[in-house]
């Protein structure tokens, strides 16, 4: 199956500042979603983009399908951004048997 | 976007009993989800569960352990039999809608 790799691990940052979440996989894709755990453990939809750009107020992403990688955009932070950052990929099949397979996240904290 | 509920929202179990978790969504959907997230970690996937059918385990998870029921096509349960402390996670039901999958809010296990 596919594997989805995300980078860095963890990210401290001050409030105000920006951040660039990576998000690398291994094979084409049908799917790919960005996705925000809170601290109380809700997982978030932010993005559905297997393939190009899209922005949401102060978050934007962009997936480059040719070169598999996405980018996770996150500007001027605030604390209400902290928690875990997931991106999930689903691959392509010719036996339509492929699942979204999740990435280990990015642990990001805002600090005030 | 779908809206999925569970219940229960938490619980302490004793080790050697069973937990049974419902999930359920306001829209119909052919195939419900449910993934286990241990401490600190990412989401796995545990099965698919198609109304109608058996569900779909992936490796490592098997029927006896998480029995799965889909009465109908915006239902379904989730048994974690058997308790170990190593079932301590959270598990969380999911749903593909228009190509976007949705996830409820969770069921955090804790297993003594």
């Known amino acids: 199956g596919i594997q989805v790799e995300q980078s860095p691990p963890d990210l401290i940052l001050q409030e105000g500042a920006n951040s660039t979440l990576r998000c690398n996989f291994s094979d084409s894709v049908n799917n790919l979603q960005w996705f925000h755990q809170n601290p109380w453990g809700q997982l978030i939809n932010l993005f559905y983009i297997p393939s190009g750009t899209k922005q949401n107020g102060r978050l934007s992403a962009t997936t480059v399908a040719t070169e598999r990688y996405s980018l996770l955009y996150i500007s001027s932070s605030q604390t209400t951004d902290s928690g875990v950052y997931f991106c999930?990929?689903?691959?392509?099949?010719?036996?339509?048997?492929?699942?979204?397979?999740f990435g280990t996240g990015t642990r990001l904290t805002i600090i005030p | 976007s779908a809206v999925i509920s569970q219940k229960p929202s938490r619980d302490i179990c004793q080790r050697g009993t069973s937990l049974t978790i419902q999930c359920q969504v306001d829209?119909?959907?052919?195939?419900m989800f449910w993934y286990r997230q241990q401490p600190g970690q990412s989401l796995t996937l545990i099965a698919t569960a198609n109304q109608g059918s058996e569900a779909t385990y992936e490796s490592g998870f098997v029927i006896d352990k998480f029995p799965i029921s889909r009465p109908n096509l915006t239902f379904s349960t989730l048994t974690v039999s058997n308790m170990s402390p190593e079932d301590s996670s959270i598990y969380l039901c999911?749903?593909?809608?228009?190509?976007?999958?949705?996830f409820g809010p969770g069921t955090r296990l804790t297993v003594t």
């Open positions: 999930a990929a689903e691959g392509i099949s010719n036996f339509g048997n492929e699942k979204l397979t």
């Open positions: 999911s749903v593909e809608f228009f190509s976007e999958q949705y």
């Open positions: 829209s119909q959907v052919t195939m």
